[in-house]
């Protein structure tokens, strides 16, 4: 579980993603990726994720020119 202030950190600024080619499994559950088992990236942290581990949604500073919430890896429960 990461604290608040930790949380607060990985929001302030764009994170390092993790490239598609370099992930051929979700980095959280390790399911494998395929046409129905699509990649997303975490917003927050840049990990590679499938649908089912990137559900949770947040607004985040550093994209405070386009204030919309955007898909966060479940691990990030705001």
């Known amino acids: 579980m990461l604290n608040r202030d930790r949380l607060q950190h990985l929001f302030q600024s764009k994170p390092y993603w993790i ?7 979700c980095m959280l559950c390790n399911a494998k990726f395929s046409l129905l088992n699509r990649r997303h990236h975490c917003r927050a942290c840049g990990r590679v994720a499938c649908g089912a581990c990137c559900k949770e949604k ?3 500073q550093y994209l405070k020119d386009d204030p919309k919430k955007v898909r966060l890896a479940s691990l990030y429960k705001v």
């Open 58 to 60: 947040a607004t985040l």
């Open 19 to 25: 490239p598609d080619d370099d992930c051929s499994m």
